[in-house]
């Protein structure tokens, strides 16, 4: 599913946590869960981790399954 992501920033990590994996039918799947990107502190900056929640819709192709459609959302802190 991930092979078009761009290259990664030196030192810096992905991680793809599913929560859920679902397979619907023959031709079609969806994932849900959560993504973190950690870029490591350069210089005086703190360090970057970005979470996301994402949900995939995956379909099947001639040549595998492929994703169909993605949905990201960045998270948000809590408002007071």
């Known amino acids: 599913m991930f092979e078009s992501r761009p290259e990664l920033p030196p030192g810096a990590a992905f991680e793809v946590c599913p929560t859920e994996l ?4 023959s ?3 969806y994932a ?3 993504d973190k990107l ?8 703190s360090p970057v981790e ?16 492929k994703t ?3 949905v990201l959302s960045a998270d948000q802190p809590p408002v007071s």
């Open 32 to 34: 849900f869960g959560t």
């Open 68 to 70: 169909f459609r993605e």
């Open 50 to 65: 970005e979470t996301m929640t994402f949900m995939v819709l995956i379909r099947k192709t001639p040549r595998g399954w």
């Open 27 to 29: 031709d079609w799947a």
């Open 22 to 25: 679902e397979v619907i039918n």
């Open 38 to 45: 950690t870029i490591p502190a350069r210089g005086d900056e």
